[in-house]
């Protein structure tokens, strides 16, 4: 390892302590301070992005970018990406607050996980039906199989002619490994507690009653997928199937195909939303910048420009057990 990636590392390791030591002491001494100090009683702040005429209230618009994947929150390498329980409290915050008169979500992904894709969908149709707060979708370059899962009991969807959607479907991967293991020379010994302990191994051949069990949870987890869809849509099942075989859609035939309500970008939603609820401030949340966020893009600027630590960040910050997906694969 070079001189400089040596001393990048100890800067970090210096950084790590420093912070612990840090948040120890502001613990104690701002226990009682101004809710404001808090983070957990104000953790939002607003930016406004486009200013309105009318006073008093907002439209939040809300981004979420990259894969649906809850890698968790926190840790040493956590410096970008999306983070899923982040989104959440957004999705809560903007319902909750009644100054807030309509959410925007601005989505640009291929999707991800089936949980992670339930949990915000249910935030989102929590926000309409006990908060009663419409929601509008911004569909980015991509908003595909997850991404329009959580889109599709939206109030309005827009998007642009290019935009790529769809993908609706489940998909499940696994790697099989045996033959490259057996060049090497190396053995595999597996112990046990039933048939079906090791379904899906890397090193060996699937069963046809592995892929058949598998199959049926693939089965289960689309019939979910059509069902929001047809709920969020107003389509019957059928219609969704038709259409929901895994292929993917421009935003110009998912306008055909009643995918999506209107053709236009960010500003045009805000507009529409506007022209529902009000000419007000469109705003983004930022959170706010305590010592573990401070902490946080210290590292990220440290790794910045070094492929090999950029690497490590990406390999300890994915999970990679299979798992259900709603995911576009290119």
Known sequence: MSRKRWLALIAVAMIFVVSVIVNLATSNVFTNANSLLDPTSNQWTQEIIDPGEEMGSSIVVLELNGVIQDTGDGGLFQTT?????MFLSQIEHAAKDPNVEGIILRIN?????VVESAEIHEKIVKAQMEYDKPIYVSMGNTAASGGYYIAAPADKIVATPQTITGSIGVIMESINVAELAENYG?????????????IMSTTREMTEEERAILQSIIDESYDEFVRIIAEGRNMTEEQVRSIGDGRIYTGKQALELDLIDELGGLDDTITMMRELVGHYDAVKYEAHIGFPQFFSMSVQQLIKGD??????????????????????TD
């Open 307 to 328: 492929e090999q630590l950029a690497s490590l960040e990406r390999i300890l910050s994915t999970h990679r057990s299979p798992t259900l997906k709603y995911m576009f």
């Open 186 to 198: 190396v053995k595999i010994n597996t112990i046990k507690s039933g048939p079906y302990k090791d």
């Open 109 to 113: 992904t291929p999707g991800g996980g």
């Open 81 to 85: 990406g999306y983070r899923h329980e």
